[in-house]
């Protein structure tokens, strides 16, 4: 265990030092080029590199680090980190499907690159800075917008585009170089560093995705979707809790500010002098002097856009002093009111005032109010100007803009989700990752391993290459999944050798079973002096019989290796009903009577009846039924004519009618029904000719096609003929 911990965590720590490598070739020739102005970035050749030789996630590490540190000397950099890691995907892609094939895949990949940075690096640029960072393609852009007449932003997205389908183009060609030069021992350690189990070949990865598909759902989706889901929620709620901070903090701050504004205004008109600035205007001897320093106190209070006093009559202000916007919130919504309200007009209070005409009646300071009126969103804040009595005579009106806020607010949301999404996807990568080595990948390489124990039913041979693959798997998690593992992989060998001791136990006792059934038919054999080695002659005959009509494919669906052993194996008790025929029948020679060959007949039923017997007290033994049909039916004939039931055709059990051809064959070539011992050409001659009366014609053909077999065991046992 400390050697595999030891060598993963090498191999770890080798594929961080490539990527760090893949940084630094990424940072020295964008550092030049920024350095000298060149329309060109350079910035991928480590990310194509990485993402090529060690995989899709250190290519996204390499991507996303590397546009962090060209923040250090570009504050925009980190802004394009999502282009550098779909260059990232899209080398990670390249390499596994099309990296073998011809010169025209790499331009392609050169061209698929090119467009997709160039179009979102025109998308990201012309909504952050409206123009090009670089002076040399803004200058560009100008000269060609003019001479073409086409749009800016069109203009601006096909110079950026080629310009990026060059860059690209050098950057992939260098990187590609860079990897000719890499030794594959170091490409197979970058690759299969981090794996917890024997790394998966090609036909094992197909092999897992065929087996998985029979899952409803799978469990790298569930989880990816999971992380996505979290850190999609993570950060919509982190950027709804931070504007509104940011939004109520700032609000607040232009509230002070208004009400310092008007304060100060209010502390600089002279109370006495109102009616005579309304009544004369800028003509009132200290009008102008007053509007300077109101002018001074606007332009010093950052954020006010107007700064006014009025005197309140009922639900009107009458204007004393108006400003004018000041320029540099003209570009906030004040066009339309760039120019202050002439001293005496009269305009009604805004909606949201006209709760506090009470208090304007008794001179009482207003609270700050926000309004979004017909010029814009504003925070605005009235301050009661008092005379030497006492009495309120006008209020100092401030108005700070909020709509600012609001606007700086989405375009910081909008680099903000920039950069989200680069840490998103990066979270997401290595998530998937994570999950495919410590939980996707070694479940699902089990699961195709037990499939594969599972499916090697009874067959010990398959069963032991099963818990040796399942062995060889080694997950080395050093969490559940592995003590699953190795539970599962002691299960499957304590089943394998209980199997194994279970089929030894089994074939001694098939062993017995056979023994006892050769002794059975060897009793029965003895008794009956013109037998002579009939149960060996007939088993090797039936098995020749049935091997045959396997081969020629005859009753598929009743000839398999189950069948064929059964019948094998049964075959020396299909006369086993003669233990209920007397001696003096059995061994007559002469010529039976027709009551004796009643008697001798009945050898039949009662070997159907001690078989079925059999088959009663050992329940589950298949064998004995097909020495039952034989035992009660290897005497009917395909015509019909025979005994006892008098079956024809196929309706007579296939060991049956296997067995009628092996027992004839040997009872003429041994002469025991009428004392006459056929030459085996004799007998074949007879079988051929009975075929489709007496037997099966389909066993008779492949028992004559089988004859150098058939004629190994005659001259076995009859040596006298040859």
Known sequence: MRKIWFKDNQNLLIRWLFVLFGIVINLLPAFFTNLSGVPLFLDTIGTVVVSCVAGILPGIFTAVLTNALCSIYSDASMYFAIVNIFIAMLSALYIERYAYRSFLYKVLFALAAGIMSGGVGTY????????PENILVSDSIERITRATGFSHATTFLVVNTVINIFDKGLSIGI???IINFIPEKFKEKFIYAGWKQRPLSNEEMIAIRAWSRDAKHSMRVRLTMLLLGVSVLVIIMMSIIGMRMYFNRALEEKKEIATSAAKFAASVVDPNKIDRYIRYGENAPGYKATEELLYKIRDNAVGVAYLYIVKIEGEDMIFVFDLDARSDHENFGYEGDEVGIAPGERIRL?????CYVDDFKEGKVIPPTESDNSYSWIVTSFYPVYDSDGNCVCYAGADASVEYVAEYLMEFMWRVLLIMVSIIITILAHGMWTMGRYLVYP????????ERFIKAGDNQVEIDKAVRDLRKIDVHTGDEVEMLYQSICNIALNQAEQIRSIRHFTENTTKMQDGLIVTMADLVENR???SGAHIQKTSAYVKIIAEGLKKKGY????????FISAVVRSAPLHDIGKINVPDSILNKTGKLTPEEEEIKKTHTTAGKKIMENAITTVAGENYLKEARNMAAYHHERWDGTGYPEGLHGEVIPLSARIMAVADQFDVLTSGQSDGIKHSFDETIALIKERAG???DPKCVEVFVDSLPEVK???????????
């Not at 805004?350 to 006209?354: A, G, P």
């Not at 699902?444 to 037990?450: H, N, Y």
């Not at 009753?555 to 189950?562: H, I, L, R």
């Not at 065991?713 to 040859?722: S, T």
Request: a negative charge; hydrophobic letters at 35%.
């Open 443 to 450: 479940i699902s390489r089990i699961g195709l391993g037990v």
């Open 124 to 131: 990201i640029q012309w909504h952050l800075f409206l123009s």
């Open 350 to 354: 805004d909606e949201e005032f006209l």
């Open 528 to 530: 009956d002096e013109s």
């Open 693 to 695: 009366s007496e037997f």
């Open 175 to 177: 990187a590609l170089n």
């Open 555 to 562: 009753y598929p669906g009743k000839v398999n290796d189950k």
């Open 712 to 722: 190994v065991i005659y001259r076995k046992y009859n040596k006298e003929h040859g």
